[in-house]
């Protein structure tokens, strides 16, 4: 079969890295890829995708009209079976570049995009938001055949939001590739603190996220700031490429003072390498869909604070593989870190828990499995339909 992902492009988030390591096995099931971008990006897994030589195609415009008449020329030539769309502005284009075609739509759900508290950022405009959320409900319910959620979180939110049945939504989990992470060791850990300038003895709290309001840094930098009088060896690093709130991050660290405890390191490939450096992992965000960053993490064993939100409580099992804090809470953040700081026989059995929970659910291969049962029943349902 021939499947078609539409994606906004292929930069350094979780379903870019999710659908940089689906394509190797895609190939293998018998699935022949096709991945179209509507951008870019410098920064993530487009040139390793493109040099392992699969078939990536840019589209050039930037008017929505411009991007749906370049993508309907593609679907013409490659007749694919299922077109599966990633991210807002590829949903919209995909949907409607697919009409009266015999393709089936599905559109990943990868993110809780309506939640409540994205109101609060000064960035968001309520108006903006309530416009693109109709347009995407009417879009989703009557030009796309089915939708795959990245958590049940996500899934529940999806059909409260936009209205769409639940029966036409399927959850699979991502999945993160063990064989790219490594196996955390003594010796990678002294060598990566090696790198980064830090001594043994000292204290790593790592949080990885792109630098946006979503991800709730600021409230990791005030945690930070109430644990950094009192240990002395105590560092944070947050690793993550520049986005809207890297200035309001700035001048927060300045205002409390944290000088060079706090290290923003921007867009990092060598994530691994961090994660085995570090004694906690802190994933503060204040709404998520999974949370690549957060399975990373489980999988290399670094003990995780992460908020107590349904999609993070949804991994994590309640709780069972990290300590879970309110959000927009520093005061328990930094109560959380310290737990683990000076407990570390439970941050190794929160570790644990996590790594198990990991091996269970959130293998590249069980993702991957999942993915291709689902696109290959979605092109058997067309067929048995025309």
Request: hydrophobic share 45%; charged share 25%; net charge negative.
């Amino acid at each position: 079969m021939r499947l078609l992902i539409l994606i906004d492009g292929l930069g350094a988030g979780g379903a870019e890295r999710s659908t940089a390591e689906m394509l190797p096995a895609l190939a293998d099931a018998g699935i022949t890829p096709v991945v179209v971008c509507l951008n870019h990006r410098p920064e993530g897994v487009e040139s390793s995708v493109i040099d392992a030589g699969f078939d990536v195609r840019f589209i050039d415009s930037t008017s929505f009209f411009g991007r749906v008449r370049s993508l309907r020329r593609i679907l013409g030539q490659v007749r694919p079976d299922v077109l599966h769309t990633v991210h807002f502005d590829s949903d919209l284009v995909g949907r409607v570049a697919a009409i009266a075609s015999k393709t089936v739509v599905m559109s990943s759900f990868v993110n809780t995009s309506y939640d409540k508290v994205r109101l609060r950022d000064p960035r968001v405009r309520g108006w903006k938001l309530a416009i693109a959320k109709v347009i995407d409900a009417w879009s989703a319910r009557f030009l796309s055949d089915h939708f795959h959620a990245v958590s049940g979180a996500v899934k529940n939110t999806a059909v409260d939001a936009l209205g769409v049945s639940a029966s036409r939504v399927t959850v699979v989990e991502r999945g993160r590739n063990e064989e790219r992470l490594g196996e955390p060791s003594d010796e990678r850990r002294r060598a990566a603190r090696l790198e980064l300038g830090i001594a043994e003895s000292d204290e790593v709290v790592l949080n990885v996220a792109r630098q946006e309001f979503q991800k709730g840094q600021q409230d990791l930098l005030e945690a930070a700031a109430a644990l950094i009088g009192k240990r002395p060896n105590l560092h944070v690093l947050i690793a993550g490429r520049t986005g809207n709130a890297t200035e309001d991050l700035q001048r927060t660290a300045e205002r409390l003072a944290v000088g060079n405890r706090v290290r923003f390191l921007g867009h990092c490939e060598n994530v691994p390498e961090l994660l085995a450096a570090a004694d906690v992992f802190v994933f503060p965000s204040l709404y998520e869909g999974l949370g690549g960053a957060l399975l990373e993490a489980m999988a290399m064993q670094v003990p995780i604070v992460a908020s107590d939100i349904p999609a993070l409580r949804e991994v994590l099992e309640d709780g069972r593989g990290g300590l879970l804090t309110p959000p927009e809470s520093p005061d328990d953040l930094s109560k959380a870190i310290e737990r683990l700081l000076d407990q570390p026989g439970v941050a190794r059995d929160y570790a644990d828990a996590a790594h198990d929970i990991f091996r269970t659910r959130f293998t590249l291969e069980r993702s991957l499995a999942s993915m291709v049962a689902l696109y290959r029943k979605l092109a058997a349902d067309q067929m048995s339909a025309s």
